[in-house]
């Protein structure tokens, strides 16, 4: 409790003091590197202080939270859970990426020393009052918007921002997401926000990217790139966690051919949407919102399901028809988008069985 105590008072009773920094002072956005855990899968951005007169290395951080925040997964899901600024001393910073296999890249910005000293006293006031807290949301406000938004406060304008083109956010997301379940279950659960064209710089390595080439009056505004930490942490091919389970499973159930299944299946499907369908009025994340993977996951299947266990052969046909047309009207819409390879396996069983069930009942019923 003590130490975790000394943790959170580390930002103000180390780096508050106002220090004036010397001409030789530097400012450096770091790069970190992503792992397969969630947390870590889109990497991290930070901002490095050094000074050597003042014998000053600190890294201040944007992207921490507190897990023993109160109903903290309820906040979580809801979006309004605060996140907040901490500050560190580099080593310490340098040890915990180096322990996970992290990479570290450092892009040294090409401030005045009005600049640096404006930046450093903006971060520590940070530090003490309420701009320490902010409410996280995944794409417009994380530990890269903030640190890019105050970047860009220090230029004067905004001159760090997401290149212009047709790249929705989900194109950008999806090459990150090594863990194929992970992304499977994220396609699912994003919404429509993230097929807009990107216009919000929100990814450190993208971050990394834009810094290399942005300019301001003709002088480019960070030195190159320098590797402080090489990644080491990789992620092995595993067939268990790849689209080859999924097809295998799916295989599997269509063979075992029982109806025990296929209800289980579809009522989990139908519960799914009918998540979808009531998400929208408690969560504040708008890039769940508007989710139309609720035409795959319908909650009208619980009714189909109902009808098809209760033996209502009539009711069956019909309420398979309409859950078939909106899997179609579903597939159609997303057919040119980034997630549509992984999903046809899961549409290919959801079409299979329903016209299956469907034939069958007609018979019943003719």
Known sequence: MLKKLLFLLLPIIGFSQNIILSDNAKVSILTCGTAPVSYAMYGHTGIRITDNVNQLDVVYNYGAFDFTTPNFIMKFVKGDLQYFVTSENYYDFEYNYKLDGRSIVAQELNLTTAQKQQLLNELNSSLTSEERFYTYKFIDKNCTTMVVDKINKILGEEILKQPKSEQSYREILYPYMSDFYMKLGIQIIFGTKVDQPATRLFL???????LNTATQNGKKIAKPSEILN??????????????????VAIVILILINKKGIQITYFIFAGLLGLFFSLVGFYSLHEEILWNYNILLFNPLLLMFVYFYWKKNTRKTILFGQICMALTMVYLAYIVNKVQVFILLPIIALHLFWLIKIVLKERKIFS
């Not at 942490?233 to 790849?242: G, Q």
């Open 204 to 210: 450190p390595l993208e971050f990394e990217k834009v």
């Open 230 to 247: 090489e990644q080491t942490v990789t992620t092995p091919f595993s067939y268990l966690n790849s689209i080859y389970s999924l097809l």
